[in-house]
């Protein structure tokens, strides 16, 4: 409990975060029983503020939850017509045929969204269920029971000084109670990360895996849009300085979503993924579809891919981990959306029935057998060695051998057992003396932009006098320890520009955190070699406004 003397509510269920999962776990609560007491925190200034994805998404986990969901008008209403994959060089491309992929890399019948307005319609059917939804309002700490269960969270706490001490006009928030609590924040959300290591709950389990997805929206000429094609590419300019790869989905109104991902077990502490992401644009294939067009908005995020056996234990006293926050990424089919629906919906059930038998507080244990034994776990354990492959032994290996791979996985078995991922993100990091430095190309202002200028098309706002959300763990080591040993990579890894270190002759090196132009990726807490920079939710409605990403 909080030295601070707050006002309680009480719920059935308290759900933090609403994304796919967490607003599905509503309402699937609500169709099990009207009745039931649900509420969904959403730190976003407006439901899909901070909803960044793709996407394609795969309909199964909607089909499964609002099985009229074209009837009920989602704005779900572009077809994938088209399904292209290159292999890139610095001056073309090789279209890899689709015959050899296997079954569930096809993405017929799956559609481009906009995940942030399916989170604002599937919001809306919450609200009429009854679901009580409060955009604005982050959820600043747990709150724990006698038993040491979660019980509830604190939400709503406006005003701190910059030095955490209440303010002339601080608010402290209210105490949600709930008799179990979803964490569904997100990837790498500060709640999920305290529940996961206060309760053990990655013990025994690999390490988790992530990617750093950028994603621009581009209005181009429309003689060059060709609405429903969907195009991936690996290969330049990663190479073999990273793993990863773009997207560019054509969606209706003219737009293409172009997208670039980094996996971050990158070793060069000198690779800037964002920079990557606008050399990319440059490639004659991507420049000529972008040519004349104009980008429209940017945004960043972490992604999981640790897959399968990354998955942490989802079930803790009193509450559990749903969508990204447990990791349940596709990694080869870059989808994670279904999995995230699917398992709010599992999480509801298993809810309902511990409360309809007047349980409260203890492990879902029937939400953790659903989880690793139904759906979502049968479509991650078929790829669960992409990744590894992939980090391993490198791209051309991976596509062959983790192709292979799935392929026998349809028949039910694996030719490699499980592969195990090893470091983690951090721990790949390599140091500078090692590497040399990337000289990369100066952004042309109309392909190509620099951070900065990017930042502001995610229309990102934080209340300047709050206290900064980037916190340190020692304030001495970005210049004591990365600085000298890794080049401090904080300057290049945040696709946002929030951190630099200020050289000023006569002085020591400065490490200043511009934690106003933070976009919410958390890459700064998975990527820090040295595991010393703490994301936390800033005060609520702050962060990204994205529009329709």
Request: hydrophobic share 35%; charged share 20%.
């Amino acid at each position: 409990m909080s030295a601070i003397d707050r006002e309680a509510m009480e719920y059935d269920v308290v759900i933090v975060g609403a994304g796919p999962a967490g607003l599905s776990a509503a309402i699937r609560l609500k169709q099990l029983d009207p009745d039931m007491g649900v509420v969904v925190l959403e730190k976003g200034s407006e439901v899909g503020a901070h909803i960044l994805s793709g996407a394609v998404l795969d309909p199964c986990g909607l089909d499964a939850l609002i099985p009229d969901w074209k009837e009920r008008g989602a704005p779900i209403t572009v077809p994938v017509r088209n399904d292209n994959f290159y292999m890139l060089g610095e001056a073309g491309g090789i279209r890899v045929p689709n015959w050899p992929m296997p079954p569930l890399m096809n993405n017929h019948g799956n559609y481009i969204v906009s995940m942030a307005n399916v989170c604002r319609w599937m919001a809306e059917q919450a609200e009429e269920m009854g679901v009580e939804i409060f955009p604005g309002m982050a959820c600043s700490e747990l709150v724990y029971g006698d038993d040491g269960q979660v019980k509830g969270v604190v939400a709503g706490e406006f005003g701190k000084n910059p030095d955490g001490t209440p303010g002339d006009g601080y608010e402290p928030g209210m105490e949600l109670h709930g008799k179990y609590v979803f964490l569904s924040e997100g990837v790498r959300g500060s709640l999920s990360k305290e529940v996961i290591a206060r309760y053990s709950l990655s013990d025994g389990k690999e390490p988790q895996k992530f990617g750093l997805g950028m994603k621009e929206i581009w209005e181009i000429d429309p003689e060059k849009h060709r609405e429903g094609t969907v195009t991936h590419t690996m290969g330049w300019p990663l190479g073999s300085n990273a793993g990863g790869g773009s997207f560019i989905y054509h969606i209706d109104n003219n737009q293409v979503y172009v997208g670039f991902v980094v996996h971050l077990n990158y070793e060069n502490p000198y690779l800037s993924p964002y920079h990557e992401f606008q050399r990319f644009k440059h490639h004659p294939m991507v420049a000529d579809l972008l040519k004349g067009g104009k980008r429209v908005s940017y945004g960043a995020r972490a992604i999981s891919e640790g897959g399968y056996q990354s998955i942490p234990k989802v079930a803790f006293p009193g509450g559990a981990l749903l969508g990204c926050s447990a990791g349940l990424v596709n990694v080869p089919r870059i989808k994670g959306n279904h999995n995230a629906m699917l398992s709010g919906k599992a999480a509801a059930e298993a809810a309902h029935e511990a409360i309809k038998a007047d349980r409260a507080g203890d492990e879902l244990t029937a939400y953790e057998h659903e989880l690793r034994n139904g759906p979502v776990g049968q479509d991650l354990k078929k790829v669960r060695n992409v990744k590894p492959m992939w980090s391993k032994w490198g791209l051309l290996p991976s596509l062959t051998l983790g192709g292979l791979d799935m392929w026998t996985n349809t028949a039910g078995f694996s030719l490699f057992g499980t592969i195990g991922h090893g470091k983690s993100d951090a721990d790949a990091t390599g140091e500078a003396a090692k590497h040399k430095p990337i000289d990369y190309p100066k952004p042309d202002g109309k392909l190509s932009f620099d951070r900065l200028t990017n930042v502001a098309y995610s229309f990102t706002n934080h209340e300047e006098s709050q206290p900064a959300h980037l916190t340190l763990v020692d304030p001495t080591v970005p210049t004591k320890v990365n600085l000298p040993k890794y080049a401090e990579p904080a300057q290049r890894y945040c696709p946002a520009g929030v951190y630099e270190v200020v050289e000023e002759e006569g002085s020591d090196p400065r490490f200043v955190i511009n934690f106003q132009n933070c976009v919410h990726c958390k890459t700064c807490d998975i990527k820090d070699p040295s595991q010393n920079i703490n994301w936390v939710t800033p005060q609520g409605g702050d962060g990204p406004n994205y529009p329709n990403m």
